[in-house]
């Protein structure tokens, strides 16, 4: 499990674990670097700061899909997971789930 500094851009560094957390404290963008391998998969978990609700951007290194951005929970201290694999013949992470609002 690795903490990862939030920032303007969260960047998340995928050759150093398999789950990143992060604590939002302002509205950034997220984005995803190094990953090792065709069909990696780590998770993201998202925790709404004090202040916000926070919102995210997401760098195209990210994919969705056809079902779309997903919409952060607003309660302050909720925990937003991503779950995402990374496709090597599309340089992209594809966000594979999405599970909102588990209360900490």
Do not use: C
Request: hydrophobic share 40%; charged share 15%.
């Amino acid at each position: 499990m690795e903490n990862v500094a939030d920032g303007a851009t969260i960047t998340i560094d995928a050759a150093l674990a398999s789950t990143f957390r992060v604590t939002l404290g302002g509205n950034h963008e997220i984005t995803v670097i190094n990953p090792a391998y065709d069909g990696q998969k780590i998770v993201v978990e998202v925790t709404q700061g004090e202040g916000g609700p926070w919102s995210l951007t997401y760098s195209s290194a990210l994919d969705f899909g056809a079902a779309g951005q997903p919409a952060l929970s607003t309660t302050a201290g909720d925990e937003d997971d991503f779950g995402l694999s990374y496709k090597a013949a599309t340089g992209r992470w594809r966000v594979l789930a999405f599970a909102p609002g588990y209360a900490n």
